[in-house]
């Protein structure tokens, strides 16, 4: 008769991953959108302020000031 742990074993050799590169696909998938996510919420934050810059340029430029 098996032991709690032995059974454990067993199990955790049929579920045992034999080709991890699936897994490293997957990680590096996940780790190139976050890095996308910055940078566009990045971008979007400096083109929100560089357009509120030229708008007050542009304001003072017509203003003649």
Same mark, same amino acid.
């Given at each position: 008769?098996?032991?709690?742990?032995?059974?454990?074993?067993?199990?955790?050799?049929?579920?045992?991953?034999?080709?991890?590169? @699936? !897994?490293?696909?997957?990680?590096?998938? $996940?780790? =190139?959108?976050?890095?996308? &996510? *910055?940078?566009?919420? @990045? !971008?979007?934050?400096?083109?929100?302020? $560089?357009? =509120?810059?030229?708008?007050? &340029? *542009?304001?003072?430029?017509?203003?003649?000031?």
């Amino acid at each position: 008769m098996l032991r709690v742990n032995e059974y454990a074993a067993i199990v955790a050799r049929f579920f045992a991953i034999k080709d991890r590169r @699936g !897994v490293t696909a997957i990680e590096y998938g $996940l780790i =190139a959108s976050l890095i996308a &996510v *910055a940078i566009i919420a @990045g !971008v979007r934050l400096v083109g929100t302020n $560089l357009s =509120a810059v030229f708008n007050s &340029v *542009a304001g003072q430029i017509s203003s003649g000031s």
